[in-house]
């Protein structure tokens, strides 16, 4: 009954006060202050130090307490003091005000930088065996390379390249084992002078031992010892080191390639005036065999696909097989070919077999070959973007040929041995997809037709050249001429011939569908060659785009028999993951006709 009571006078209270309310507990502030920067004339570069050192302080505001606020504002102060100091500036007046606004506490900073510290004496020292009288050039070299001068602004940064360029210096010839044992700069903040010192111990003078190999499962010791020659006693050089890791690289047996000094433990050796130490090299072999594949489609040969194999170390030797096969509506072609290890000089030396099948604008060709080819690819200047590929080859084909007459067909055979010449020059801001930049491509070549007994020659020239316009727009011009030199009746290869017509030639007509017509739908190779195409490609955005061209040129039993075929037309240009896919609609003048030309490539 009690009870009863109670409820009911409450019941009571709430009915006859119904204008109570709960109070509220109060919104906790926002902790994380709002940090404002005078600049005071700083220099963007010191402005970005500041910001990220005051930027990890201000994050902790987020967990504080209100014990901890004011240690929160000492660190960030003392992280201005600490940014500026990298920067030069040992003497400044830094004043962190507090305040508050509707969001929060805010931190009102400004700065008086005072005079930043300049470089006021420097000192390299040099113990070990590099002190010795026969290093006093070496020694003298190294101080005048010396990365922070008297008279520079003392900057953090430069201090730490300056003294890790001075030991690399000292290591990369004879004294592998230098180490810096001190390094101190002593700023006095009151004149704005900063002395700098370094001490380095070179420790003894280095030559190289003997080769010790770890790693090597499958692949012989002779793939090593192909380029990595000398006889023990020879002096360090880093140089030559990274030279022979780049080489053995190079040969694609191993997925990594460290070559290395192996370094002695203790400390007994710094007490030496020279040491033999032994050359270690750790490899990491590639997979023995791989398979990789394409498929593609174009307006030319329809869908292609290509397979290929390849097995590293055959038979024990340093040798790479490979073999695969290629299928398109055009030729068919099978091959196997076997690559010896990089030269010297970076190149490649190869021999294959080859087998081939072609039928184009009614010339169908057989034809089995063998072959050597050379093959580099190289820079004159390891800094310059341009670089170059050449190679060399020789080879003995047998071709069984049938041509398309009106009234009948023509068969023959042709046996030939072919030696050619390319070089290729190439400048471009990306080998792939260049936006800026150029290429250059020369060609020659002499043949026999070892039935006829006759010689034949050629030389070719081609160029391409990319200009970029606004963000991402190009302008791209191509130009290719050829000419083969052989007397009247001589019978030369449809391969070193020219024809032309198609994507990527003079647009708008049939592909390879211009050339010498010795019937009424037969084109063979001819003997004369001019192409030269403008194109003004426009991108949306970084997938889709759009371009206009116009091409002209001809293939003709001479230059002055020529007469000019002009293509024309717009195309849409898509980057996609599978690779470029370009769709071109182009008008042929002289035939009078539109053509649809389009090509997509995907590799896997």
């Given amino acids: 009954m009690k009870s009863f009571l109670n409820l009911s006078r409450l019941v009571f209270l709430c009915l006859l006060c119904p204008s109570i309310t709960w109070a509220e507990e109060p919104k906790p502030k926002n902790t994380k202050p709002e940090v404002v920067i005078d600049p005071s004339g700083l220099a963007p570069d010191v402005l970005t130090a500041i910001q990220k050192g005051i930027a990890a302080v201000v994050r902790q505001a987020d967990d504080q307490d209100g014990g901890e606020a004011e240690r929160i504002r000492r660190k960030g102060h003392d992280a201005v003091v600490s940014a500026l100091a990298t920067k030069g500036y040992f003497d400044p ?216 194999y390849r097995h590293q170390v055959v038979w024990g030797t340093p040798l790479t097989l490979e073999t695969g096969v290629g299928v398109d509506l055009k030729s068919q072609r099978a091959y196997l070919d076997f690559y010896f290890p990089p030269n010297e000089n970076g190149s490649v030396d190869s021999f294959g077999l080859m087998a081939r099948h072609s039928d184009i604008e009614n010339e169908e060709v057989y034809r089995v070959g063998i072959g050597w080819r050379r093959k580099r690819e190289f820079k004159l200047d390891s800094l310059s973007n341009v670089e170059y590929e050449n190679s060399w080859a020789l080879m003995a084909n047998y071709d069984s040929i049938r041509r398309d007459l009106d009234v009948n067909q023509s068969k023959f055979v042709l046996p030939s041995l072919v030696a050619t010449y390319d070089i290729l020059r190439r400048d471009v801001d990306n080998k792939y997809d260049p936006r800026s930049g150029n290429l250059l491509a020369l060609g020659v070549g002499v043949g026999q037709n070892l039935k006829q007994k006759k010689s034949f020659s050629r030389a070719a020239l081609r160029g391409q050249v990319w200009f970029p316009v606004g963000k991402r727009d190009i302008i791209t011009l191509r130009a290719e001429v050829g000419k083969v030199w052989a007397s009247k009746d001589t019978l030369f290869p449809d391969d070193f011939g020219y024809r032309t017509g198609g994507a990527r030639t003079i647009r708008g007509y049939k592909y390879y569908g211009i050339g010498h017509q010795v019937a009424s739908d037969t084109v063979i190779g001819t003997r004369a060659l001019a192409v030269a195409s403008a194109e003004y490609m426009h991108y949306f955005n970084d997938m889709f785009g759009m371009g206009v061209f116009v091409d002209v040129g001809d293939a003709a039993p001479s230059f002055k028999e020529m007469k000019m075929r002009v293509g024309y037309g717009v195309g849409a240009l898509i980057k996609t993951p599978a690779g470029p896919l370009n769709l071109d609609i182009a008008y042929g003048q002289k035939d009078r006709k539109f053509r649809l030309h389009f090509s997509l490539g995907m590799a896997f």
């Fill in 93 to 308: 007046e830094v004043t962190l005000e507090v305040g508050e606004d509707i969001g929060g506490d805010t931190w009102d900073i400004s700065i008086e930088p005072g005079q930043i510290s300049k470089v006021h004496s420097v000192t390299n020292v040099f113990t070990g065996r590099i002190s010795d009288t026969e290093f006093a050039e070496r020694v003298k070299e190294l101080r005048e390379s010396w990365g922070l001068p008297v008279g520079r602004d003392f900057i953090n940064a430069d201090w730490s390249s300056a003294k890790t360029n001075l030991l690399d210096r000292t290591q990369e010839k004879d004294f592998f084992l230098a180490r810096m044992i001190r390094s101190q700069a002593v700023v006095n903040p009151e004149k704005a002078e900063v002395e700098t010192l370094t001490l380095i111990d070179s420790g003894p003078s280095v030559t190289l031992g003997e080769v010790e190999v770890i790693g090597l499962r499958r692949v012989p010791l002779s793939v090593i010892t192909r380029y990595i020659k000398y006889e023990p006693g020879i002096r360090y050089d880093q140089d030559q080191i990274d030279e022979w890791q780049a080489k053995i690289q190079s040969t694609n047996y191993f997925r990594g390639v460290f070559v290395n000094v192996k370094t002695p433990p203790g400390e007994a050796i710094y007490q030496e005036k020279q040491a033999q130490l032994p050359l270690l090299v750790r490899v990491t072999e590639a997979p023995a065999r791989t398979v990789t594949g394409s498929l593609g489609a174009d307006d030319s040969v329809g869908v292609r696909a290509e397979a290929m």
